[in-house]
Each structure stands twice: as structure tokens, then as C-alpha cells.
């Protein structure tokens, strides 16, 4: 074909730049934008069979023809050198991870090393892969009764000396604010439906509550 007449690192780098895609920068989100995360395990095995079906369910409908694209292009360009490889790989774990966040209402600033993923989803993904959920239930029981332990305890304690003077009552009020809404971000989470989409909210600071 062509493509097999352009040097192999000028090849990848019409790849992607066709795509988009060239070094991007800053912070991803959550565990799906990671070179361990389930996301690229799950291109990587697809890339070894030669065959796209196995990362389709990572995409919505309306994105399955360009991930369709860039795997073909993938598989053609990677065969041309071992550096040709690794980054017509890259280029395809960008394209899948991007529209997959994407799908999701989620921001997208790139891959992050591998080893990068947070404990507690490190834990999720285990109790996925041993079939058990026990011990994921039993370090989550204990973050959220620190938790709220903690916050319980200093407001009750700022509460003692609220009407001592107008900077203890603020003291009192931001400590209250952060506990109830503390606990109004469990219950809400608990009783609905988390998405990647949430990720880049942040909670309400002390002080700058809402009744």
C-alpha cells in the first residue's frame, strides 16, 4: 500500500496528525485515560488479534466507524518498524480513550503513565478480576466512617463555642457546611449513578455553601 513507501516515523506522524493528536499535555482524569487502565489493556489485546470488535463496547454507536478507521490505519502503519509500532499504537489508545471519555461528558488531556491509577480503583478493578467484593466493601466502609467521624467531631466541637464571638460562629458554619454537605455527596452517590462526567466537579468549599 502507500503508506509502506513513507519512512515510518513520518508515516505515524501523518497518522496523527491527521487525528488531532501530537503530544498532548496536562492532567487526565480517572483510570480509563492510563497506559494500565482496562480502556488500553483491552486495544492492546485487540491489536495483538488483529481484530477491533473487543474495544467497540468502550465507544457510543455514532463512534464505532472512526474507531473502525483508526484501527485499519493502526494495523497498516505499525507493521512498517518497531518505532512505527509503538507509536501507531499510541496513536490508536489516544483515539479510543478520547472518544470513549468523550461519550461520557468527560475532559480529556492525554495518556498517563502506567502505575498512575488511584488505589481505590486499583481495588475496584481487583475485586472485578478475583470475583470478590468483600475487601473493596470493607476499605470503602472505613474512608467514608473516618470521614464523616472526622467532620461529625470538629463541628460539634466548633458548635460548643459558635456564640463565643462572630469569627467562631463562621468557624462553626464552614465546619457545619462541610459536614452535612460531606455527607449529602455520599448519600447522592450512593442512591444514584456516578459517571466520568463528575470528575471534574469539585465540592462546594467550606464557606461557599448553598441552602
Known amino acids: 500500500m502507500a503508506a509502506k513507501r513513507i519512512p515510518g516515523i513520518a508515516a505515524v506522524t501523518m497518522l496523527m496528525m491527521g487525528a488531532g493528536w501530537l503530544g498532548p499535555d ?4 480517572g ?3 492510563t497506559m494500565d487502565g482496562p480502556v488500553v489493556k483491552t486495544a492492546q489485546a485487540a491489536l495483538q488479534k488483529g481484530d477491533v470488535a473487543g474495544v467497540l463496547k ?5 463512534e464505532e466507524a472512526e474507531i473502525r478507521e483508526a484501527f485499519t490505519k493502526t494495523l497498516a502503519v505499525r507493521t512498517l ?4 509500532r509503538d ?3 499510541k496513536y490508536f489508545f489516544e483515539t479510543l ?3 470513549h471519555r468523550a461519550g461520557e461528558g468527560a475532559p480529556y488531556t492525554g495518556l498517563k503513565p502506567a502505575g498512575t491509577v488511584e488505589p481505590i480503583i486499583a481495588a475496584s ?3 472485578l478480576e478475583t470475583g470478590s467484593v468483600e475487601g473493596l466493601m470493607q476499605e470503602v466502609v472505613k474512608l467514608v466512617s473516618d470521614g464523616i467521624h472526622r467532620r461529625f467531631t470538629e463541628t460539634t466541637e466548633r458548635k460548643k463555642h459558635a456564640d463565643e464571638s462572630v469569627a ?3 468557624e462553626f458554619v464552614n465546619a457545619y457546611v462541610e459536614f452535612t454537605h460531606y455527607v449529602e455527596r455520599l448519600h447522592n452517590d450512593a442512591v444514584g449513578q456516578s459517571g466520568h462526567g463528575a470528575e471534574a466537579q469539585k465540592p462546594a468549599e467550606p464557606g461557599g455553601h448553598q441552602h
Do not use: E
Open 97 to 99: 480513550v478520547r472518544l
Open 31 to 33: 483510570h480509563c485515560d
Open 26 to 29: 496536562g492532567r487526565a482524569y
Open 81 to 84: 518498524s518497531p518505532q512505527a
Open 125 to 127: 478493578d481487583k475485586a
Open 168 to 170: 467562631a460562629g463562621r
Open 87 to 89: 507509536l501507531a499504537d
Open 58 to 62: 468502550w465507544v457510543k454507536t455514532q
